[in-house]
Nanobody
């Protein structure tokens, strides 16, 4: 069983930055694929960025060049650095872990609001 705790969300002005963190419990972190997803009100949950156990990354077109996903296996933590934030980035952001055995876990979500 994996438990995920996100932090780092908040209110930021357009053009600003935030860094989200997701701390995972358990011993499968190092071999798991990790990701960040987001869900705006009335919309489906969409992939923002993913990173494999080997460090390969993938980003949604809407965040390429602005967001960076990274992982620290020693700290069981995945990060999402978000720069040049736009109002359309406003959403609840969720951390995701997919283990080698294809078990999937979600965090509770953290709110990001981009507004002046």
């Amino acid at each position: 069983q994996v438990q995920l705790v996100e932090s780092g969300g908040g209110l930021v002005q357009p053009g600003g930055s935030l860094r989200l963190s997701c701390l995972a419990s358990g011993s499968t972190f190092r071999t798991s694929a990790l990701g960040w997803y987001r869900q705006a009100p009335g919309k489906q949950r969409d992939m923002v960025a993913t990173i494999t156990s080997g460090g390969a990354t993938n980003y949604a077109d809407s965040v390429k060049g602005r967001f960076t996903i990274s992982r620290d296996n020693a700290k069981n933590t995945v990060y999402l650095q978000m720069n040049s934030l736009k109002p359309e980035d406003t959403a609840v952001y969720y951390c995701n872990v997919r283990t080698l055995y294809y078990d999937v876990y979600w965090g509770q979500g953290t709110q990001v609001t981009v507004s002046s």
